[in-house]
């Protein structure tokens, strides 16, 4: 008697077919696993950078702490120093006239001089940027007050507006400009003509080409110039206050040093480093949402 062989036979196969469990693989559970995987990644990273922050400035405090205990220099107060002259002139102010008074003065000054300037340079820059014929009258003036330090202009504006808050707003428009509007010619001018063809051949007219991909083109290289030109502003801004003020924190820098203040010093200069990393860092948020694109 001849044995069948059934397991050849496509009936056997499609039988076995409807019993087998094929395995299948789960879309949308891999794409979950792999962005939880992604954000692993970025949590760990993050933790690695702040890691790496706060403990640069704990070597940092505790190597000031250790100098300060070893040494009796009077040009170089401790930390508990520089907490009670903080606590003191919360409290008290200085010289009569409080602390927030004295921050909000320099603040002031640099924010309004520096939406001044900077929008006149992003403006002035993205049109110089996309006409050659535009960027041809302005760079020779630009040339030319490029290599001019904006600190050269403070006796000049103390002259032309006195110590009030004219000149100097007026020297942190300036600085702002200069600074955003080389950044704004860049970031116009680097943009690939294939892109403008583009935008060409869609119809797209030079008011949409200008709108919709000059600008979202050119935004990183402004950001860059608008960091840039925000720590300047605020360095020139102390400076002229050093020379010549009634108000602000160079002011109070520069008082301070006379009638050998030395914490209250100290502390003048510590707040304009945190004021100067908080606007740094509510530039850096707007920067992000944005130019959210960058990096991706």
């Known amino acids: 008697m001849s044995k069948l062989n059934t397991t050849d036979t496509p009936s056997s196969q499609s039988d076995l077919g409807r019993h087998q469990k094929v395995p299948r693989t789960n879309g949308r559970k891999g794409s979950l696993q792999s962005r939880r995987t992604s954000l692993e990644d970025v949590s760990s990273n993050n933790w690695a950078y702040w890691s790496l922050s706060v403990g640069t400035l704990l070597v940092v405090f505790f190597g000031w702490l250790i100098a300060t205990s070893v040494t009796s220099l009077s040009y170089l107060p401790s930390p508990g120093s520089i907490v009670r002259a903080v606590i003191e002139m919360i409290h008290s102010g200085y010289g009569g006239v409080s602390i927030w008074f004295e921050i909000w003065a320099s603040v002031k ?82 943009i690939p003509n294939i892109y403008l063809r583009a935008g060409t051949s869609l119809g797209l007219k030079p008011r949409q080409i200008f709108i919709r991909i000059i600008i979202p083109n050119a935004l990183p290289q402004i950001f860059t110039g608008l960091k840039i030109a925000l720590a300047l502003s605020w360095a020139v801004l102390v400076a002229a206050e050093l020379i010549g003020a009634q108000t602000g924190l160079g002011y109070l820098i520069g008082n301070a040093s006379l009638i050998l203040n030395v914490p209250a010093e100290y502390v003048g200069i510590i707040l304009i ?20 694109w960058q990096g991706k």
């Open 109 to 190: 000054r640099v924010l309004i001089g520096f939406l001044v300037g900077s929008t006149g340079g992003v403006i002035l820059g993205l049109w110089a940027g996309y006409k050659r014929s535009v960027y041809a009258i302005v760079a020779p003036i630009l040339g030319f007050l490029r290599p001019i330090p904006p600190i050269a202009f403070i006796p000049l504006s103390v002259l032309l507006f006195g110590i009030g808050n004219t000149g100097k707003i007026v020297l942190v428009a300036y600085v702002a400009f200069n600074y955003v509007l080389v950044n704004a010619i860049a970031g116009a001018a680097g």
């Open 273 to 292: 480093g945190v004021i100067g990393v908080v606007m740094n860092l509510a530039l850096s948020l707007m920067e992000g949402r944005m130019v959210h």
